[in-house]
């Protein structure tokens, strides 16, 4: 998975060099460019902005930069990249996008600032490669460099060989291939501040412990997100 990041603030990434992610970088099993926008202005301001037609707030991302970035680095590319466009206004990123893309050979992240990038991008976009504009949540951001943070954190745990064990992944893809959220878990001391551990987690009986953790799973995502409840029935 090699991924080229086109940003204004190539510092918002800094921290993909952490921990497990950063680790994968180090190991090969994992690559990614960070590119600054402005490298492919022309003014000696290195404009990227606009006020938007029709009027109102803001501004807008010009579409020339986005233009030159985006053919040089299909000119470059051994294979055609899928471009990810983050957007408040997208479809929902998924833990299903996040394995299509991990298995990727090549994306290529867009992120917008202001009110977001002239629309012809993404059309022209759109005849060159595969494009896809998602959002993280139904909230806003200022702009898309966090949520490729998430995305990108989401994506690269489930390229092959950077989690460690594997049944992790298994455990967890069971658990999102069952539309019901996570059990609660526990660890040592069995007894902490007056809460003890449930009983049946130290009854060493693997039957008893996988019903007490559905049911758990099916309590939770009852009590906060039923519509995943009414989406997979059971
Ligand atoms: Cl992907 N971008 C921005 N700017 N805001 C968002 C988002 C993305 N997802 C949720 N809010």
Not at 44 to 70: F, Q
Not at 124 to 131: D, E, G, K, L
Not at 219 to 224: F, K
Request: aromatic content about 8%; overall charge negative; some cysteine.
């Amino acid at each position: 998975m090699y991924a080229d990041i086109v940003t204004i603030f190539p510092d918002y990434f800094a921290p993909l060099d952490l921990s497990l992610v950063g680790k994968a970088r180090r190991a090969g099993l994992v690559n990614w460019q960070v590119h600054d926008l402005r490298s492919w202005t022309h003014d000696r301001h290195h404009t990227v902005d606009d006020t938007p037609y029709g009027g109102g707030a803001g501004m807008v991302m010009k579409p020339e930069p986005w233009g030159e970035a985006l053919d040089d680095l299909l000119d470059r590319a051994w294979s055609t990249p899928t471009l990810i466009i983050p957007t408040p206004a997208g479809e929902p990123f998924s833990q299903a996008l996040a394995y299509e893309w991990a298995a990727a050979s090549h994306v290529v992240f867009a992120c917008g600032r202001y009110e977001g990038i002239d629309a012809r991008v993404a059309q022209y976009a759109a005849t060159r490669m595969p494009v896809r504009e998602v959002s993280i949540g139904d909230y806003v951001l200022n702009g898309g460099e966090v949520a490729v943070l998430a995305m990108m954190e989401a994506i690269v745990r489930l390229v092959p060989g950077v989690v460690g064990n594997p049944e992790s992944l298994v455990e967890e893809s069971h658990a999102v291939g069952s539309g019901l959220l996570e059990y609660p878990a526990y660890t040592k001391p069995v007894s902490w501040r007056g809460w003890d551990v449930p009983e049946v987690l130290l009854s060493g009986h693997h039957g008893r412990v996988e019903a007490w953790r559905q049911e758990r799973s099916r309590e939770r995502t009852a009590a906060v997100r039923p519509d995943l409840l009414d989406a997979d029935n059971a």
